[in-house]
């Protein structure tokens, strides 16, 4: 059976920190990523995306402020994001990609920025 299982999220100031990690289990992923999902929106939007090798790619909104890191022993993505802002408010979801097949989602964590 494969989870994605998501911490980290909570509440913070503008311009703080949140740090989120995403346990992966039941499979191993070529491509990890994290979306978000604001409120009253229906879509959710890329954050970042990395490959097994490292390779990071990023929303423009994030460019500069997060960073996505994977630990392939641990089966674990994590997102570290600084200078947080009001409009970062979303619920965060970890996904795995196989790249072929269905994606894998976890449940997803809130994350609150109050300015």
């Known amino acids: 059976q494969v989870q994605l299982v998501e911490s980290g999220g909570g509440l913070v100031q503008a311009g703080g920190s949140l740090r989120l990690a995403c346990a992966a289990s039941?499979?191993?992923?070529?491509?990890m990523g994290w979306f978000r999902q604001a409120p009253g929106k229906q879509q959710r939007e890329l954050v970042a995306?990395?490959?097994?090798?490292?390779?990071?790619n990023y929303a423009d909104s994030v460019k500069g402020r997060f960073t996505i890191s994977r630990d392939n022993a641990k089966n674990t993505v994590y997102l570290q994001m600084n200078s947080l802002k009001p409009e970062d408010t979303a619920v965060y979801y970890c996904?795995?990609?196989?790249?072929?097949?269905?994606?894998?989602w976890g449940q997803g964590t809130q994350v609150t920025v109050s300015s």
């Open positions: 995306v990395i490959g097994r090798g490292g390779s990071a």
């Open positions: 996904n795995g990609n196989l790249l072929v097949g269905p994606l894998y």
């Open positions: 039941g499979k191993s992923f070529p491509v």
